[in-house]
Protein backbone atom coordinates (compact mmCIF):
# COMPACT_ATOMS: atom_id res chain seq x y z
CA UNK A 1 0.00 0.00 0.00
CA UNK A 2 1.41 3.49 -1.05
CA UNK A 3 2.12 6.04 1.60
CA UNK A 4 -0.36 8.27 0.08
CA UNK A 5 -3.48 5.53 0.60
CA UNK A 6 -2.25 5.15 4.17
CA UNK A 7 -2.83 8.59 4.96
CA UNK A 8 -6.33 8.63 2.69
CA UNK A 9 -7.08 5.11 4.65
CA UNK A 10 -5.86 6.95 8.17
CA UNK A 11 -8.21 9.99 7.70
CA UNK A 12 -11.14 8.19 6.89
CA UNK A 13 -11.19 5.96 9.74
CA UNK A 14 -10.33 8.93 12.48
CA UNK A 15 -12.23 11.59 10.96
CA UNK A 16 -15.96 11.37 12.00
CA UNK A 17 -17.27 12.50 9.02
CA UNK A 18 -14.87 13.79 6.18
CA UNK A 19 -16.38 14.66 2.53
CA UNK A 20 -13.11 13.95 0.13
CA UNK A 21 -14.07 17.17 -2.21
CA UNK A 22 -12.77 19.14 -4.98
CA UNK A 23 -11.55 22.62 -3.08
CA UNK A 24 -12.20 23.04 0.55
CA UNK A 25 -14.94 23.84 3.23
CA UNK A 26 -14.67 27.30 2.37
CA UNK A 27 -14.68 27.41 -1.28
CA UNK A 28 -15.86 24.58 -3.80
CA UNK A 29 -14.66 24.39 -7.07
CA UNK A 30 -17.79 21.95 -8.29
CA UNK A 31 -21.15 22.22 -7.55
CA UNK A 32 -21.33 18.22 -6.47
CA UNK A 33 -18.51 18.92 -3.65
CA UNK A 34 -20.76 22.08 -2.63
CA UNK A 35 -24.35 20.13 -2.69
CA UNK A 36 -22.70 17.43 -0.90
CA UNK A 37 -20.95 19.79 1.98
CA UNK A 38 -24.39 21.90 2.15
CA UNK A 39 -26.11 18.95 2.51
CA UNK A 40 -24.25 18.22 6.21
CA UNK A 41 -24.22 21.81 7.24
CA UNK A 42 -28.07 21.77 6.21
CA UNK A 43 -28.04 18.75 9.31
CA UNK A 44 -25.79 20.47 10.90
CA UNK A 45 -22.80 17.80 11.53
CA UNK A 46 -19.56 18.86 11.61
CA UNK A 47 -17.23 17.66 9.44
CA UNK A 48 -13.93 17.82 7.58
CA UNK A 49 -13.15 17.99 4.48
CA UNK A 50 -9.59 16.90 2.25
CA UNK A 51 -9.18 18.71 -1.22
CA UNK A 52 -8.38 16.62 -3.91
CA UNK A 53 -7.25 18.70 -6.36
CA UNK A 54 -3.27 19.48 -5.54
CA UNK A 55 -2.87 15.85 -6.34
CA UNK A 56 -4.72 13.66 -8.93
CA UNK A 57 -2.88 10.67 -6.92
CA UNK A 58 -5.38 11.30 -4.10
CA UNK A 59 -8.29 10.87 -6.33
CA UNK A 60 -7.08 7.05 -8.01
CA UNK A 61 -6.12 5.81 -4.39
CA UNK A 62 -9.00 7.17 -2.88
CA UNK A 63 -11.52 5.72 -5.45
CA UNK A 64 -9.46 2.44 -5.22
CA UNK A 65 -10.13 2.55 -1.54
CA UNK A 66 -13.50 3.18 -1.54
CA UNK A 67 -14.57 1.45 -4.95
CA UNK A 68 -16.03 4.79 -5.85
CA UNK A 69 -15.21 6.61 -8.95
CA UNK A 70 -16.66 10.02 -8.89
CA UNK A 71 -15.81 13.25 -6.14
CA UNK A 72 -17.13 14.01 -3.91
CA UNK A 73 -17.23 11.36 -1.22
CA UNK A 74 -18.71 11.34 2.12
CA UNK A 75 -17.72 9.31 4.99
CA UNK A 76 -19.27 8.35 8.37
CA UNK A 77 -16.98 6.54 11.38
CA UNK A 78 -15.37 4.78 8.40
CA UNK A 79 -18.21 4.16 6.32
CA UNK A 80 -19.13 5.26 2.41
CA UNK A 81 -22.30 6.68 2.94
CA UNK A 82 -22.08 8.20 -1.03
CA UNK A 83 -21.82 11.27 -3.19
CA UNK A 84 -24.16 14.19 -3.49
CA UNK A 85 -26.94 13.34 -4.85
CA UNK A 86 -26.65 9.87 -1.64
CA UNK A 87 -25.84 12.32 1.19
CA UNK A 88 -28.43 15.04 -0.27
CA UNK A 89 -31.25 11.98 -0.55
CA UNK A 90 -30.38 11.01 3.03
CA UNK A 91 -30.88 14.63 4.47
CA UNK A 92 -33.52 15.13 3.10
CA UNK A 93 -35.52 12.27 4.27
CA UNK A 94 -34.03 12.68 7.91
CA UNK A 95 -31.84 8.86 6.99
CA UNK A 96 -28.19 11.05 7.46
CA UNK A 97 -29.30 12.56 10.57
CA UNK A 98 -30.37 8.79 11.89
CA UNK A 99 -26.93 7.85 10.69
CA UNK A 100 -24.77 10.56 11.88
CA UNK A 101 -26.36 9.58 15.26
CA UNK A 102 -26.05 5.43 15.02
CA UNK A 103 -22.46 6.10 14.21
CA UNK A 104 -20.92 9.24 16.49
CA UNK A 105 -24.07 9.33 18.89
CA UNK A 106 -24.48 13.07 19.37
CA UNK A 107 -20.75 14.05 18.94
CA UNK A 108 -21.45 15.26 15.00
CA UNK A 109 -24.30 17.95 16.07
CA UNK A 110 -21.77 20.88 15.79
CA UNK A 111 -22.92 23.61 12.91
CA UNK A 112 -20.54 25.15 11.28
CA UNK A 113 -17.01 23.06 12.78
CA UNK A 114 -15.72 22.36 9.62
CA UNK A 115 -12.36 22.35 8.73
CA UNK A 116 -9.78 20.99 5.38
CA UNK A 117 -6.93 18.68 5.97
CA UNK A 118 -4.49 17.84 3.20
CA UNK A 119 -3.48 14.28 2.89
CA UNK A 120 -0.45 15.59 0.31
CA UNK A 121 2.96 17.03 1.28
CA UNK A 122 5.85 15.64 2.68
CA UNK A 123 6.17 14.19 6.44
CA UNK A 124 4.12 12.10 7.99
CA UNK A 125 0.40 12.78 9.04
CA UNK A 126 -2.64 15.07 8.47
CA UNK A 127 -2.08 18.68 8.26
CA UNK A 128 -4.80 21.96 8.06
CA UNK A 129 -4.51 23.94 5.31
CA UNK A 130 -2.93 27.24 6.45
CA UNK A 131 -5.94 30.10 6.89
CA UNK A 132 -8.44 27.03 6.55
CA UNK B 1 -23.47 11.88 -26.03
CA UNK B 2 -26.36 11.31 -24.25
CA UNK B 3 -27.43 8.58 -26.46
CA UNK B 4 -23.87 6.54 -25.69
CA UNK B 5 -24.97 6.60 -21.84
CA UNK B 6 -28.81 5.51 -22.53
CA UNK B 7 -28.03 2.87 -25.01
CA UNK B 8 -25.46 1.44 -21.77
CA UNK B 9 -27.85 2.03 -19.18
CA UNK B 10 -30.32 -0.11 -21.29
CA UNK B 11 -28.19 -2.77 -21.72
CA UNK B 12 -27.36 -2.90 -18.15
CA UNK B 13 -30.90 -2.42 -16.71
CA UNK B 14 -32.68 -4.06 -20.01
CA UNK B 15 -36.26 -4.48 -17.67
CA UNK B 16 -35.83 -0.77 -16.48
CA UNK B 17 -39.15 1.12 -16.14
CA UNK B 18 -37.82 4.27 -16.94
CA UNK B 19 -34.25 5.41 -18.63
CA UNK B 20 -33.71 9.26 -18.90
CA UNK B 21 -30.39 11.29 -19.32
CA UNK B 22 -30.34 14.63 -19.74
CA UNK B 23 -27.42 16.70 -20.35
CA UNK B 24 -27.65 19.80 -17.98
CA UNK B 25 -26.04 21.98 -19.44
CA UNK B 26 -26.02 21.22 -23.36
CA UNK B 27 -21.76 20.81 -23.16
CA UNK B 28 -22.17 16.73 -23.61
CA UNK B 29 -20.29 16.40 -20.32
CA UNK B 30 -22.75 16.84 -17.17
CA UNK B 31 -25.37 14.48 -17.13
CA UNK B 32 -27.94 13.57 -14.99
CA UNK B 33 -29.17 10.33 -15.11
CA UNK B 34 -32.39 8.36 -13.70
CA UNK B 35 -32.66 4.86 -14.05
CA UNK B 36 -36.18 3.17 -12.55
CA UNK B 37 -35.82 -0.89 -12.16
CA UNK B 38 -37.68 -3.43 -9.98
CA UNK B 39 -34.02 -4.58 -9.23
CA UNK B 40 -33.43 -1.86 -7.04
CA UNK B 41 -36.09 -2.59 -4.21
CA UNK B 42 -34.41 -3.54 -1.55
CA UNK B 43 -31.36 -2.12 -2.56
CA UNK B 44 -29.45 0.51 -0.43
CA UNK B 45 -28.87 3.77 -2.16
CA UNK B 46 -24.80 3.19 -2.44
CA UNK B 47 -25.31 0.02 -3.64
CA UNK B 48 -28.21 1.12 -6.46
CA UNK B 49 -25.18 3.93 -7.64
CA UNK B 50 -22.86 1.08 -7.76
CA UNK B 51 -24.55 -0.33 -10.22
CA UNK B 52 -25.14 2.65 -12.23
CA UNK B 53 -21.36 3.68 -11.36
CA UNK B 54 -20.65 -0.15 -13.53
CA UNK B 55 -22.71 0.47 -16.33
CA UNK B 56 -21.18 3.96 -17.45
CA UNK B 57 -18.04 2.60 -16.48
CA UNK B 58 -16.49 3.24 -19.91
CA UNK B 59 -17.08 7.40 -20.25
CA UNK B 60 -16.38 7.79 -16.40
CA UNK B 61 -13.08 5.79 -17.40
CA UNK B 62 -12.17 7.97 -20.30
CA UNK B 63 -13.23 10.74 -19.22
CA UNK B 64 -16.32 11.93 -21.11
CA UNK B 65 -18.24 12.13 -18.15
CA UNK B 66 -17.07 15.07 -16.52
CA UNK B 67 -19.93 15.92 -13.60
CA UNK B 68 -22.94 12.93 -12.90
CA UNK B 69 -25.88 13.04 -11.20
CA UNK B 70 -27.88 10.40 -10.37
CA UNK B 71 -31.44 9.45 -9.66
CA UNK B 72 -32.41 5.80 -8.91
CA UNK B 73 -36.21 4.71 -8.02
CA UNK B 74 -37.34 1.11 -7.72
CA UNK B 75 -40.93 2.10 -8.92
CA UNK B 76 -42.35 5.23 -10.93
Redesign the interface.
Known amino acids: MSELRDRIQQTIETEPVVAFVKGTHEQAF???SERAMGALRAVGASFTAVDVLPDPAIRQELSALS????IPQVFVAGE???????VQ??AASGELEAKLTEKLGDSWRRPGAERTVEVTGGGGGLRLVPGA | MSERLEELLRTAFPAAQEVAVVDRTGGGDHFHVTVVDGRFDGLT??EQ??LV?SAL?GP??DGSIH?????TRSEA
Do not use: F, M, Q
Request: net charge negative; glycine share 10%.
Open positions: CGNNWPTLVGGADIEL | LLHRYDLKELRIT
